[in-house]
């Protein structure tokens, strides 16, 4: 194997439904996903040179180290070069980057990289404190929790651009809606904007339903040379950590280097994206995303979503898919599980949720409150 | 940056003491490391396109996910990629590899690797506990740990190949010598054959010196294009997880492939190999993988270390900067630390222990008992 200046292209995806809670264990949920996207490339695990597992906490979840270990043996792929990669929330999708990177540097020609993570398997409570050390050192030895933070940065939003608050709202019933068609998703009920709006209050003006759930699941892709999606672009960058010594707590810089650097990689502009998967852990942040990225100008993402324009039926589809929101967020999974609906859609296999046109998908992965994000690109190969 | 064939090259190393146990935090080894081997590459944080963070089980030792964004904004690298590779023992020769992988596939050109483990912030039974979840899970519901299956290999080798025992305490009392003249080691105190056999019986007929330690500690190693060691091979290969599916307790088919791998993209023989690291986490795994990597036959290592071959003054210095054994096995950190010791090496830094001649040097690093190796060779730019 050669290094090479071909795209790598992706031959197959897979996942396994994303929900509450669930009586498998994590490897099971990664061996199910994995087993779907072999499948669905026609590559046999002996035939992979190399397994990367994405996942966040597999030691304080479920008790384990060695995840890539235990899949290579559980499917049969012994041989190949295994590790998994961790960066948070956007472990998934720092996963698959480190999986095209071995297939650019030559290393390896079948990769099988999948994302999952286990939750439930942990009480609520030691859940919350998992999540929490997300946040910067710092701002957690004071108690600022991810919710806090995004409290913060909502009323902001809605302050500083005059916002109306039905934007929030209609981010996430836009992604229930989405959801409502994806049977991998974690919640398939459509919700209203009254439902959004008179749910708790979290972190007053964010409420309960502008925060996605927690979840369980797994969602894998192969990259090997006879794929039909060529990946064009991948890149991650970090922004400052703490949020407060950030500019603004508006803006999420990573997401803007990632994104600029993974369209400069595919030689693309935003008004080149068809349809994009991006971050919504809370409702606000797939607003500020769709600004970084450069799809909008700041403090005008608002506007597109109340017009419409981040529908499936719209100019930019967001979150076909149901997002984070609505389809779950199991951490590790989630940059893995963007791109398995970027592939369904640029194949025209999303049912009852597919954007048209569909040849060009960006994903966005965000680690954090947005301290470390992964933008890939997707292009079909027409 | 674009994708290129020529060889990687490490511009600067550094390392921690590596020590029974610190006060300080994961966060501050790892960042004292790091800062360590950007002084020595002449690289500024600044100029950093990527740091990846090699860690075992952050979470589960201190509580933490996230630890590359932690480094990245400790050192004032923001901006650039990050991520952390978790391969249990072989944690930090995968997070060089994938370091690797990212320059030659063309998406970084300076990185940051850095491998960490702090051990003691947890208690004995609760460190014996996490090192545990490394065996198979099969193995693991059974009580099955890997001092016990070292047991059972030292046992069968001692038997199989009618050794001598004695060259099993000679790994030991070789290691520990060569680490008397390292002052990152752990354990600075020579020991002699008669004290290695009159210690404890762990697992008979394995005894306590015949155990690497647990550790805290730091190791990194800056790529970047000036440098002056090449990275001419880097492997890595999954064999049979479980002990009894293998073969025989004898062999460790993961080195033999990684080694094979790495050897063969090198253009290399293991007669060309000036000075080697491997993975002694128990002396007897300093024998099998010296056969499984080619340069003993089967059987055949014990002799050579009893005649003195594998000395720093021997054909073959194996270990000269003290091994697992006695420079100590913070997890995640020993992969790389084993790249700082072959970079030395090939300078001609290592005071007390340089092995002559020093142009091409190899390390394996090894996950769990032998399910995943990583194998590096590395080349002087002469």
Known sequence: MAVSDAAPTVAGVGMTPFESETDDRLLDL????????????????????????GNMAAEAFTDRSGLANALVDSVGATGASADRVENTSASGASAFKRGVEAVTAGHAERVLV??????????????????????????????????????VATDAYLREHDADRAALSEVAVKNHGNAAANPYAQFRTPVT????????????????????????????????????????????ATGTHAVPERQSVLRVESVAKAGTRALSAAGISPADVDVACVHDAFTVLE?????????YGPGAAWKAVLDGETAVDGTLPVNPGGGLKARGHPLGATGVAQLVELVWQLRGEAVGRQATPAYTGLAVNVAGF?????????????
Chains 1, 2 share one sequence.
């Open 193 to 236: 904007r009254e439902e959004v709006e008179s749910s708790p209050a979290v972190a007053d003006p964010l409420r309960l339903y502008d925060c996605c759930p927690t979840s369980d699941g797994a969602a894998a892709v192969v990259l090997a040379p006879e794929g039909d999606v060529r990946v064009t672009g991948v890149a991650g």
């Open 114 to 151: 999948v994302g999952g993570e286990h939750m439930s398997a942990v009480d609520r409570e030691r859940s919350t404190e998992i999540v929490g050390s997300i946040v910067h050192g710092t701002e957690r030895r004071h108690g600022v929790t991810l919710p806090s933070l995004a409290g």
């Open 287 to 295: 607003l500020l995303e769709l600004e970084e990225l450069g799809f």
């Open 370 to 382: 947005g301290n470390n994000s992964i933008c890939t690109i997707l292009e079909a190969d027409t």
């Open 30 to 53: 990664v061996e199910r996903a994995a087993l779907a996207a072999l499948a669905d490339a026609d590559v046999t695990p002996t035939e992979l040179d190399a397994v990367v597992v």
